[in-house]
């Protein structure tokens, strides 16, 4: 082994625990109203119960999982108030993003968007699912860091991850959610952005909103539990 080889990367465990747990939630395996019982998650993991007990504390500070009395931590179940909550949260957010960041983003900063935006059709043409779902968020993300504004950032990251679980519980009773969308609304996006355009990028993102709350809201139960 070569002594200029890049050091190993050491992470904390429970890193590693909440990495395996958000991505069982996103992708339906522990599903909606499911109790995560602490020593359970340890022994199958085989771990100490600490590192199970702060990867649920972030999954909660994501909004993937809750703490309900004599209950415990249960993963969240989402209605039709979180899809319109998470979804203004959304819009609000990619709207002040480009107007903080179109008149002074560099060409490869708005290159990087139209890259993305290319990125997730390829995506969705190549039929995985959960491909596309990733290569959306990325596309969003590739706007929204435009502002270069680390709380911004934070705070739609974790609308991100709370976007994911929505659809998959939306594709569980409507499968057509698994399809491509409108391809002209993400691109109108792109287009927008890439060209400067703060009016055109604004309606682009708030027809792109609309579009998907009428698109996903039938296939959410009407629930607030």
């Given at each position: 082994?070569?002594?200029?080889?890049?050091?190993?990367?050491?992470?904390?465990?429970?890193?590693?625990?909440?990495?395996?747990?958000?991505?069982?939630?996103?992708?339906?395996?522990?599903?909606?109203?499911?109790?995560?019982?602490?020593?359970?998650?340890?022994?199958?993991f085989?771990?100490?119960?600490?590192?199970?007990?702060?990867?649920?504390?972030?999954?909660?500070?994501?909004?993937?999982?809750?703490?309900?009395?004599?209950?415990?931590?249960?993963?969240?179940?989402?209605?039709?108030?979180?899809?319109?909550?998470?979804?203004?949260?959304?819009?609000?957010?990619?709207?002040?993003?480009?107007?903080?960041?179109?008149?002074?983003?560099?060409?490869?900063?708005?290159?990087?968007?139209?890259?993305?935006?290319?990125?997730?059709?390829?995506?969705?043409?190549?039929k995985?699912w959960?491909?596309?779902?990733?290569?959306?968020?990325?596309?969003?993300?590739?706007?929204?860091?435009?502002?270069?504004?680390?709380r911004?950032?934070?705070?739609?990251?974790?609308?991100?991850?709370q976007?994911?679980?929505?659809?998959?519980?939306?594709?569980?009773?409507?499968?057509s959610?698994?399809?491509?969308?409108?391809?002209?609304?993400?691109?109108?996006?792109?287009?927008?952005?890439?060209?400067?355009d703060?009016?055109?990028?604004?309606?682009?993102?708030?027809?792109?909103?609309?579009?998907?709350?009428?698109?996903?809201?039938?296939?959410?139960?009407?629930?607030?539990?």
């Amino acid at each position: 082994m070569s002594a200029q080889s890049d050091p190993l990367e050491f992470r904390p465990i429970w890193e590693l625990v909440l990495e395996r747990l958000r991505a069982a939630i996103l992708t339906g395996e522990l599903s909606g109203g499911l109790k995560l019982i602490e020593s359970e998650i340890a022994d199958k993991f085989g771990v100490s119960r600490g590192p199970v007990r702060e990867a649920l504390r972030e999954l909660a500070r994501e909004g993937l999982v809750i703490d309900l009395p004599r209950r415990g931590t249960v993963v969240c179940t989402i209605t039709q108030a979180d899809l319109m909550e998470v979804y203004a949260v959304r819009e609000a957010l990619e709207v002040q993003a480009v107007r903080d960041s179109l008149e002074f983003a560099t060409a490869p900063e708005l290159a990087a968007v139209e890259t993305a935006h290319q990125a997730m059709v390829e995506a969705y043409a190549s039929k995985s699912w959960s491909d596309a779902v990733n290569a959306d968020k990325d596309f969003h993300r590739a706007i929204v860091q435009l502002a270069k504004n680390s709380r911004l950032s934070s705070m739609y990251e974790l609308m991100a991850h709370q976007t994911l679980l929505l659809l998959v519980t939306a594709s569980k009773t409507d499968l057509s959610l698994m399809a491509a969308p409108l391809d002209e609304i993400h691109k109108s996006m792109a287009v927008a952005v890439v060209a400067r355009d703060l009016g055109a990028a604004t309606d682009a993102i708030r027809h792109h909103y609309q579009y998907t709350r009428l698109r996903i809201l039938p296939a959410l139960d009407l629930t607030t539990d």
